[in-house]
């Protein structure tokens, strides 16, 4: 069964979507199997106080319901879409296909393969049809991403980005004395 909503699953108990909010960034994934690489997006977006919606839209296993995903996406006030997913990863560029919003994709990695095939399958996009790619397993940058978008437009975004910034090189900073 899919963790269509974060909050009412065991698997997700550690991340909640504020439900208040209208969702700016669509998280999919194409199996519920994908959640705890696909948590870190979901987690970054929290901590940025930037509403999301998640739900598991199988391109290959749900159809019907991914291109009705990908089209209504943009009429129900999404900016933005993360989608992940593994192996023969085509969710995310299908998503692209139907909707003019701009899509993050998150190669998955499973057992076999580390993720390489995630990644190809969802990077080699062919031109007019563009997927953002992120690193194997790089949630937490699809979400900055999806904020970084968002935050075109919004000055409260463009400032906790800032603070962002400066809080990771300070880790940095504290870092290297540690190591001194
Ligand atoms: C992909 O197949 C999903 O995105 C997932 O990464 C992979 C395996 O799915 P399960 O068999 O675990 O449901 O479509």
Redesign the pocket.
């Known amino acids: 069964p899919a963790p269509a909503n974060p909050e009412t699953t065991d698997a997700v108990t550690d991340v909640s979507v504020a439900p208040a909010a209208t969702p700016l960034v669509g998280v999919v994934?194409?199996?519920?199997?994908?959640w705890n690489v696909m948590s870190d997006a979901v987690q970054v977006l929290r901590d940025f106080g930037v509403a999301c919606e998640v739900d598991v839209v199988?391109?290959?296993r749900t159809p019907q319901k991914m291109i009705d995903y990908g089209a209504s996406a943009r009429e129900r006030g999404l900016k933005v879409i993360i989608a992940?997913?593994?192996?023969?990863?085509h969710?995310p560029g299908m998503l692209a296909a139907v909707t003019t919003l701009p899509v993050v994709g998150v190669p998955?990695p499973?057992s076999r393969l580390d993720g390489l095939d995630s990644l190809l399958s969802i990077v080699q996009m062919p031109a007019g049809v563009p997927v953002a790619t992120v690193s194997i397993g790089g949630a937490k940058n699809a979400g900055l991403i999806a904020i970084k978008v968002l935050a075109t437009a919004d000055d409260s975004l463009r400032i906790k980005l800032d603070e962002y910034a400066l809080e990771l090189a300070a880790q940095v900073e504290q870092k290297s004395r540690d190591l001194r």
Do not use: F, N, R, W
């Open positions: 994934m194409g199996s519920d199997s994908d199988s391109a290959h992940g997913a593994g192996g023969a990863a969710l998955v499973l």
